[in-house]
């Protein structure tokens, strides 16, 4: 389960796909040229101007696997993935957890929210090119690709998030897990700046067990 809750989402399609896997140059935060320091300027404008998301997503496993679901987006500090059945699975992020759901299995796991790369996207507000979990930045033809790390005390990457360009839009990430393995989930159709419930953050809970009738 601990799987789902690294690797919260990124997505797939050849286009999105294609760069997303190369390495852009690892330098210290204070050491960005002007042109990619602009390039982080503007995902921070678009990130600290986005409080709330909805969106569909597509999910690639390091084996293959896919899964599919929608996503929510609170800020600060909020987000639910809802996966699409076969899936069992749930996902919230609140009060600084996060909780996995097997609804098969009945289970509810939580990791905190540090140990994951969600903060890039559930902080208040951000300012990327200070921030040193960005190890690089690169410009490609129609994209900005970001590295980053999901603790300061690691020396690689292990998430690269995606945006369109010119016009900034957040549209996957890829997260390698300890064992080498990507999962790279993509977003569609993004709904920025709705409403959404506060019901869909609840910290989510087993099913009660049902009493045997014991004859």
Request: with cysteine.
């Amino acid at each position: 389960m601990r799987r789902y809750a690294l690797c919260l989402a990124a997505l797939c399609s050849t286009v999105l796909l294609g760069g997303a896997g190369q390495q852009a140059p690892q330098r210290l935060y204070q050491a960005y040229s002007d042109q990619e320091k602009a390039d982080l300027d503007k995902i921070s404008g678009y990130l600290n101007g986005m409080h709330s998301l909805r969106a569909g997503f597509i999910q690639i496993g390091p084996q293959g696997g896919v899964d599919q679901g929608e996503v929510a987006i609170q800020k600060p500090g909020q987000i639910r993935f809802e996966y699409r059945p076969p899936s069992p699975v749930s996902i919230v992020a609140t009060g600084g957890q996060v909780y996995v759901k097997n609804s098969k299995l009945n289970t509810v796991d939580n990791y905190d929210l540090s140990d994951t790369p969600l903060g890039l996207l559930l902080n208040e507000t951000v300012d990327l090119k200070t921030n040193k979990a960005v190890l690089g930045v690169v410009e490609q033809e129609g994209a900005i690709i970001v590295r980053a790390r999901t603790s300061t005390n690691r020396n690689n990457s292990n998430i690269t998030l995606m945006f369109t360009a010119p016009n900034i839009e957040l549209r996957q990430w890829t997260v390698k897990d300890a064992q080498g393995g990507n999962t790279t989930v993509a977003l569609r159709n993004l709904q920025p700046g709705v409403t959404l419930a506060p019901a869909i953050f609840a910290v989510p809970a087993k099913a009660p067990r049902q009493a045997s009738n014991n004859r």
